[in-house]
């Protein structure tokens, strides 16, 4: 649901659609205001619909010290890896990009594809 708020000069759209399927995966409930020069309200519809679709369903990330000379990864280079801790697995996820490359520590930040 997109609700106009009216303020003293702005207008404002509460977007709440999806407020509890968030709430019931990570139980927290965030409110973000993003000032923008949109005038219509199907504008501002489709921004919270593109923000929600990045910020309700969180991709999982990952930091590991490698041990490895990281000097030759690039940026979203693609990582194949099974991620097991004790026998248990970690992750559903196999496929992932390295978000992040800190090559003096040798430490790559990775994110779920």
Request: charged content about 30%.
């Given at each position: 649901?997109?609700?106009?708020?009216?303020?003293?000069?702005?207008?404002?759209?509460?977007?709440?659609?999806r407020e509890?399927?968030?709430?019931?995966?990570?139980?927290?409930?965030?409110?973000?205001?993003?000032?923008?020069?949109?005038?219509?309200?199907?504008?501002?519809?489709?921004?919270?619909?593109?923000?929600?679709?990045r910020y309700?369903?969180?991709?999982?990330?990952?930091?590991?010290?490698?041990?490895?000379?990281?000097?030759?990864?690039?940026?979203?280079?693609?990582?194949?890896?099974?991620?097991?801790?004790?026998?248990?697995?970690?992750?559903?996820?196999?496929?992932?990009?390295?978000?992040?490359?800190?090559?003096?520590?040798?430490?790559?930040?990775?994110?779920?594809?």
């Open positions: 649901m997109c609700l106009p708020i009216r303020e003293k000069s702005n207008s404002s759209f509460l977007f709440s659609e509890n399927i968030a709430e019931d995966i990570y139980r927290r409930r965030a409110v973000k205001t993003f000032n923008t020069d949109l005038i219509n309200q199907s504008d501002a519809r489709e921004l919270a619909v593109l923000l929600s679709d309700t369903f969180m991709k999982q990330t990952i930091r590991l010290a490698v041990g490895i000379d990281t000097s030759e990864f690039e940026l979203l280079d693609t990582v194949n890896v099974e991620l097991n801790i004790n026998n248990r697995k970690f992750s559903n996820a196999a496929k992932f990009i390295i978000k992040e490359i800190n090559p003096s520590q040798d430490i790559i930040t990775l994110e779920e594809v």
